[in-house]
């Protein structure tokens, strides 16, 4: 349940699921079980466990922790526990320097600190990601504003931005009302791949739910499409 029409309007349906997933044609796409130890996840969806795309990401973790039950996994449900709005007091805690910080600007560079050191562990990233409006979730860009900092995930250089966060794998498991993929009214796939790839992370595959409300025949068919492209994944 976590996608909405142009107006807003979330329609509630039962695990609908058009999928349209871009595979890379290397089908060894998870890290090798040595180099499997974190796994981060972060769920976006309004309706926590409910939302469609948390539903994929999470069913895409369990077959990953069962293929390496010795990673460690993180998991953020941005509905549950949002992560703050970046405002101008907490933007400038980022940028004054440590010993001038105030308690509260100290506690929001720690909380920024926490985030990072989780992207930083992790080797994988499992996102689950809803389209609203067009665009990420404003919990997620909260997140995203407080995890790119200069210094920490990525640096400035006289060429440009240099990421910091390489060596990593992210899945984008993308849940959609209706059908955006390839067209200009997908705004969220250029955005999220720029992001990562502004810090580092290179490697992103996506998955694409789409169609969740198009049709009780769709239901079937992007059910078995879903399905089919979690196993391919995992395998």
Request: hydrophobic share 40%; with cysteine; glycine share 6%.
């Amino acid at each position: 349940m976590d996608y909405c029409d142009i107006f807003g309007f979330f329609i509630e349906m039962d695990k609908t699921l058009i999928a349209v997933a871009h595979l890379d044609p290397n089908p060894n796409l998870i890290p090798s079980e040595t180099a499997m130890k974190n796994i981060l996840q972060i769920n976006a969806s309004l309706f926590g466990e409910n939302g469609e795309s948390s539903k994929l990401a999470d069913r895409f973790v369990e077959k990953l922790l069962k293929q390496y039950p010795e990673a460690r996994h993180i998991k953020r449900d941005l509905a549950s526990d949002p992560v703050p709005h970046l405002d101008a007091e907490r933007f400038g805690a980022f940028l004054a320097q440590p010993e001038q910080r105030s308690p509260a600007q100290r506690a929001a560079v720690e909380y920024s600190d926490t985030l990072i050191a989780e992207l930083k562990a992790a080797d994988v990233i499992v996102l689950g990601l809803p389209m609203y409006n067009f665009g990420v979730p404003s919990t997620l860009k909260a997140y995203f504003d407080h995890v790119a900092r200069a210094g920490h995930t990525f640096r400035y250089t006289a060429n440009g931005p240099v990421g910091l966060l390489t060596g990593k794998k992210a899945y984008v498991f993308s849940a959609r009302g209706g059908l955006y993929t390839g067209t200009p009214w997908d705004t969220e796939t250029d955005y999220v791949r720029v992001f990562l790839r502004f810090l580092g992370i290179e490697d992103v595959e996506f998955v694409y739910a789409e169609g969740l409300a198009i049709s009780p025949q769709s239901k079937e068919t992007g059910l078995n499409k879903a399905a089919a492209a979690l196993e391919r994944l995992a395998a």
